[in-house]
């Protein structure tokens, strides 16, 4: 399973709902020209990813408009990535946070809000983050640090 935010008006879309749209031969650009797909914050739209994709199942989450984007919106969008993949029975992810492909929120605060907000919920087994190298170091250490701090309490 593939989960990955897309914004309206973003054409062509990018981070990885770009990856997927190339790699599917511009369908989700062809969605968003029709209008089925608008990037809209609460829409999901689940799509096959296969046979171009390694991924049964392509997840795309609508953030809203970019310059909307904020830290409510993150934690909204993610309760609906885990609400969406609980739905699904789905435990594990390939997961690319919403607004991370854009610099709309920090890997730190992501990480820390991720935490947060999935640490309440045992459903979820692995989620494996779409991020920079430099990014997936940032995030790593700052989970550490959160592991650390939850054990000293």
Known sequence: MLLAALLPG??????????????????L???????????????????????????DKVILF????????????FRVVIERMLTTLEGLRARTAVVE?????FG???PERAADILL???????????????EPSDAQR????????ERRRVRQL
């Open 62 to 73: 609508g953030v809203g408009r970019r310059e909307d984007f904020s830290e409510l919106v």
């Open 10 to 27: 973003e054409r062509p879309p990018r981070g990885v709902a770009g990856i997927c749209d190339f790699r599917w031969g511009g369908r």
């Open 104 to 106: 709309g929120i920090a």
């Open 116 to 130: 947060e907000i999935a640490g309440a919920r045992p459903e979820h087994d692995v989620w494996t983050l779409v």
């Open 138 to 145: 940032t995030i790593t250490q700052q989970t550490i640090l």
């Open 29 to 55: 650009s062809r969605l968003v020209q029709s209008g089925f797909a608008t990037g809209a914050l609460g829409e999901v739209l689940l799509l096959s990813g296969r046979p171009k994709l390694p991924f």
């Open 97 to 101: 946070l919403p607004g991370r492909h």
